[in-house]
């Protein structure tokens, strides 16, 4: 998974390419390059690493050119050194490509027997070569490019440039998103219109099997059968300002101290404080109707569907499954009629959850998308969807995207609960207040920084760590760990607290931090028992709790953080924010890269 762009320019492109790329860095940060044509030859600048790299490239050796595409790389197949950064290139034809050819290998042998060298260790080598050969067998490039697409299997989007056709660029869609836009005698390609929002909010968004003929002034479009066909040109909201860090040394750290203020964003849409109830937009399905709920996602947000499923079983009485989308699409689930199927991603453009939203379309779910990004796949092919507004989320580890889901998620939760009869007005109004109080009971979070900066010092030298808890508690903990592996490379697991003593217990020795997040809600007594549990073995417990559970422990944690009391229905969207906190200073105190960890990406776009 990847990030393309391309541009049929009026001036040198390289600079837009680069502008274009560090919007899409999100997708892959392991190599960049850019093809231009330059006096119709194809040319290459390429670098291993991130963006900064490539620029520095092409600092040093300029690259000129009117039309160019670009790429910045998630390594599937071959090592991210500069031979395998894209766009990869014979001297007829240069090529972008995110997603995986799974019919690589017998594509290559083929074009082995033709005698055919490659250079590179890629699946998307192949693609190059194919298109290379029907050219030499005299096909223009639109029909040498029609006839690749048809020979690939897998998903991919595409770009290709052509040398001698300055005027031409053609985009392909199968699996992974592109978009076209549309300028004054310039066109582009890009993997999503945040790409493309400095340059246009003109935006085309190819659809399955679609592939596009770009020239100066315009696009032919053709669907998977290579008809001609009409696709709409939608206004694009995506901002053409570059994110900052603002003060802070990381955006990861920015994103953690703006939760206050997206969470009270997102409440905003959604909640009525006046007469505290919650207003959802209107959907296209009655929620009284709904049998069942199944909520699908991936990574973090997948620990957003477990905190819902929770509370959706407990508060609005529903049966729930919660599933991760790269297990969920190849399980052949029955999905019973009437059910409503919720799928949760800070992107929209999750390969296996947008694969999870198809199935469950066709097994005729009514089909949810709770996204961060309005003009996102999983948005636009859902049936309804709700936004989140985190804003846009920079740092690889999602931070201020996960406690937003959670907020969208109690708002829903409420709502399915009022609309199945589960709660009463006075239910809902005391829910509504608890979640209307989150964001200063966030600030006062937040202020716990310093001291979970000292005890960070504590854990970074460890090389394992143990995350505790029940009931909504305990997705915070698997949360609270996967932030942690994330970010600082340490170990770490998150546990049930009562499943503690079916194995993890074995691990326990005085070496081992183990946090617990226990607010003092009714399964904070089964908690505190497994504290003692693991004090008994010599653990070193660190306990997120509340000031009523600080004292019911009693003094034997060897660090306690005091957070605010707060109604228990709330408690994972407030403790998710020590556990982040936590994470970011141990990474800091290793010295890992915190926004871009190594082999991670923050868009996932292949499965
Ligand atoms: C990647 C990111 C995670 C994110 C997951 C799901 O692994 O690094 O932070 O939770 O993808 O992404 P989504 O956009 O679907 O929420």
């Excluded at 998974?1 to 837009?16: D, E, N, Q, S, T």
């Excluded at 929002?197 to 059968?225: C, F, M, N, Q, R």
């Excluded at 859902?382 to 995207?401: D, N, Q």
């Excluded at 903990?477 to 592996?485: I, R």
Aim: aromatic fraction near 6%.
């Amino acid at each position: 998974m990847c990030g393309i762009i391309g541009i049929i320019g009026k001036a040198g492109v390289a600079p837009l390419l680069l502008e274009g790329l560090k919007r899409l860095e999100y997708r892959g940060y392991d190599s960049a390059g850019i093809a231009t044509l330059v006096d119709s030859r194809i040319e290459r600048r390429r670098a291993e690493g991130r963006i900064v790299n490539l620029a520095a490239r092409i600092e040093k050796e300029p690259i000129a050119g009117q039309t160019g595409i670009g790429h910045t790389r998630w390594a599937t197949h071959g090592i991210p050194n500069e031979i395998n950064a894209h766009p990869h290139a014979s001297s007829k034809v240069a090529v972008v490509h995110n997603g995986i050819i799974e019919n690589f290998q017998a594509l290559r042998k083929e074009l082995e027997g033709f005698g055919i060298h490659f250079e590179t260790d890629t699946d998307t080598e192949v693609i190059v070569h194919l298109i290379t050969h029907y050219l030499d067998e005299g096909l223009t490039p639109e029909a040498a490019t029609a006839k690749t697409l048809h020979r690939l299997e897998g998903a991919f989007a595409l770009g290709v440039i052509f040398a001698n056709e300055s005027s031409l660029m053609i985009g392909a869609r199968r699996g992974s998103p592109l978009a076209i836009g549309y300028g004054d005698g310039e066109m582009y390609l890009g993997s999503d219109a945040l790409a493309l929002a400095p340059l246009t909010s003109k935006i085309t968004y190819l659809e399955e099997g679609d592939w596009a003929v770009l020239t100066p002034t315009g696009v032919t479009i053709h669907d998977e059968t290579d008809a001609v066909i009409e696709r709409k040109i939608e206004k694009s909201a995506a901002s053409g300002a570059l994110e900052g860090k603002g003060n802070y040394p990381h955006f990861m750290l920015k994103e953690i101290f703006e939760q206050p203020a997206v969470i009270g964003d997102t409440l905003h849409a959604l909640l009525n404080p006046v007469t505290r109830t919650i207003v959802l937009p209107d959907l296209p399905f009655d929620l009284a109707g709904i049998s069942r709920a199944t909520i699908i996602a991936c990574g973090t947000s997948f620990y957003a569907a477990l905190v819902a499923k929770y509370w959706l079983e407990a508060v609005a009485g529903l049966a729930v499954d919660v599933d991760i989308a790269s297990e969920f699409r190849y399980r052949n689930a029955g999905m019973p009629k009437g059910g409503l199927a919720i799928f949760i991603s800070q992107s929209g453009e999750t390969a296996d959850t947008l694969a999870a939203l198809r199935y469950a379309k066709k097994q005729g779910q009514h089909t949810l998308a709770l996204v961060n990004v309005a003009e996102s796949s999983l948005a636009r092919e859902a049936e309804a969807s709700l936004l989140t507004y985190a804003g846009p989320e920079i740092g690889v580890a999602s931070t201020k995207a996960f406690t937003t889901q959670l907020t969208v998620l109690a708002c829903l939760t409420i709502a399915l609960a009022r609309a199945r009869g589960a709660i009463d007005h006075a239910d809902e109004a005391r829910l509504s207040a608890a979640l209307t109080e989150v964001p200063s009971r966030a600030v006062e979070v937040l202020n716990h920084d310093e001291r979970l900066k000292g005890l960070a010092d504590d854990i970074a030298g460890v090389r394992d760590v143990l995350y505790l808890g029940r009931g909504t508690s305990y997705p915070i903990a698997l949360e609270g760990a996967l932030k942690l592996k994330e970010i600082s490379y340490i170990h770490a697991e998150g546990y049930a607290a009562g499943e503690m003593k079916h194995g993890p217990i074995a691990l326990i020795d005085e070496g081992m931090p183990i946090i617990v997040i226990a607010p003092s809600d009714p399964l904070f007594e089964k908690t505190a028992s497994n504290v003692q549990e693991v004090i008994a073995r010599g653990g070193r417990v660190i306990f997120l709790s509340d000031r009523t559970g600080a004292e019911r422990l009693g003094r034997v944690a060897a660090a306690t953080i005091e957070l605010p009391e707060v109604d228990p229905f709330v408690t994972p969207i407030l403790y998710a924010i020590p556990v982040q906190l936590l994470a970011y200073h141990i990474a800091v105190l290793k010295g890992t890269n915190v926004d871009q960890p190594r082999n991670l990406a923050k868009s996932v776009t292949v499965e």
